[in-house]
């Protein structure tokens, strides 16, 4: 299996993931231990750059309250790769440490950069693969519709992401979480 790493703030699921509607047959719900805002996506670099990455990364950001928002398409509009939760209360905050640090983490894995500004967001469905036209607009209209608890979410901890062994089984958690650091040390 191809190698992937990425470095991501944790987003626990407890008090609003299991209140979120099913989405449609052609989507496939996140599992609730793969919940995380991404700070740095570092694709297929072998384990050594990924944790020189996280070693590098230096992120400046105190441990937060945050909420989640609208739930919109990410990725390209006619075929969005993924239906996420944008961060409403941490949003600024939490955008502004990605900006800051994630340019250290690529270069220290010599992976190549995002240019996009960051967007705090947790992915909380993806498409099937082979969706048609009419399944992703099914899941935009399910998107549209969802309204997440307005609860906080304690967020205190960077972590570095890889595939889980268990990836294939839709049951279980698609990563795994190789290291973790505390916020604001």
């Known amino acids: 299996m191809k190698p992937n790493w990425f470095i991501g703030l944790p987003v626990a699921a407890d008090r609003w993931f299991d209140r979120v509607a099913a989405p449609p047959r052609s989507m496939r719900s996140m599992h609730r231990d793969d919940l995380h805002a991404t700070v740095a996506f570092l694709g297929p670099v072998d384990e050594a750059a990924a944790h ?61 950069p995002d240019r996009r500004a960051p967007k705090a967001h947790v992915t909380i469905a993806r498409p099937d693969r082979r969706a048609s036209a009419r399944e992703r607009s099914a899941g935009l209209q399910w998107a549209s519709a969802l309204v997440i608890d307005p609860v906080e979410i304690h967020v205190d901890r960077v972590a570095l992401y890889t595939w889980s062994e268990t990836r294939a089984d839709h049951s279980a958690p698609s990563f795994r979480v190789e290291r973790t650091q505390p916020l604001g040390r």
Request: with cysteine; aromatic share 4%.
């Open 52 to 112: 020189r990455a996280f070693d590098a990364l230096a992120i400046d950001l105190a441990p937060l309250d945050v909420t989640l928002g609208a739930v919109v398409a990410m990725g390209d509009a006619h075929r969005y790769s993924a239906l996420s939760a944008l961060l409403d209360r941490g949003r600024v905050e939490v955008e502004r440490a990605i900006g800051a640090c994630r340019e250290r983490a690529w270069s220290a894995a010599q992976s190549a």
